[in-house]
């Protein structure tokens, strides 16, 4: 088992420009979720899954997109970045929604928006 | 508003030494609370889950209790390998939605 597969790892993005996130997981997870963690902040969920075909929006989820096509990915989508979006970004999976807490990780992306 | 306060942010210890990291939470309708370690350029990685108070998990080195207002970690004779940021997160059932919120994380250091 791979676990959770984040690509990529390091990424720099240029203000206004657009990218993808990619994330996978082999375990057959309902649930999944992307994260942004920030100095001094707690890890704010973005945008979460329950099931394939079903998204919806977390805490912070302006200037992003998600869709759920399989069970297996669940992508982000910078539609067009900014220097506020700098961050590391965390994409995790979990059985079921109520077990969101026992969570797999994935290893992060750090992203930078100059 | 759910709130997740980890204590202290940074803890040196000489390897050998006990002690605990604190979360304290404010909350209604606790589901769950969970504890994960943090390596350095690495994502979380889940601990233990406590339910109810009075509950306590332990893992080698590591035992996590809780109460109704807050959650210890306690590392007993850490080695320079516990060395890491621990995270902790409540489960809240808000609006009929399973909500997780994160505190912001102990960086504990052991020194060899």
């Known amino acids: 088992n791979a676990g959770v597969t984040q690509t990529p790892k390091f990424q720099v993005l240029k203000t206004g420009q657009s990218m993808t996130l990619q994330c996978a997981q082999d375990?057959?997870?309902?649930?999944m979720s992307w994260y942004r963690q920030d100095p001094g902040m707690g890890l704010r969920l973005i945008h979460y899954?329950?099931?394939?075909?079903?998204?919806d929006q977390g805490e912070v989820p302006n200037g992003y997109n998600v869709s759920r096509s399989t069970t297996e990915d669940f992508p982000l989508r910078l539609l067009s970045a900014a220097p506020s979006q700098t961050s590391v970004y965390f994409c995790a999976s979990s059985y079921f929604p109520t077990r969101q807490g026992e969570a797999f990780f994935g290893q992060g992306t750090r992203l930078t928006v100059v | 508003e759910d709130q997740v306060t980890q204590s202290p942010e940074a803890l040196r210890l000489q390897e050998g030494e006990s002690s605990s990291l604190n979360c304290s939470y404010t909350?209604?309708?606790?589901?769950?609370l969970f504890w994960y370690r943090q390596d350095p350029g690495k994502g979380p990685e889940f601990l233990f889950t406590?339910?109810?108070a009075g509950e306590e998990k332990e893992k080698e080195r590591l035992k996590a209790t809780l109460t109704k207002k807050e959650s210890f970690l306690h590392i007993t004779a850490p080695k320079p390998e516990d060395s890491a940021t621990y995270l902790c997160a409540v489960q809240v059932l808000n609006f009929g939605n399973e909500k997780l919120t994160f505190g912001t994380g102990t960086r504990l250091t052991i020194i060899p």
């Open positions: 375990m057959n997870h309902e649930y």
């Open positions: 899954s329950v099931g394939a075909g079903i998204t």
């Open positions: 406590l339910y109810s």
């Open positions: 909350v209604s309708g606790l589901r769950g």
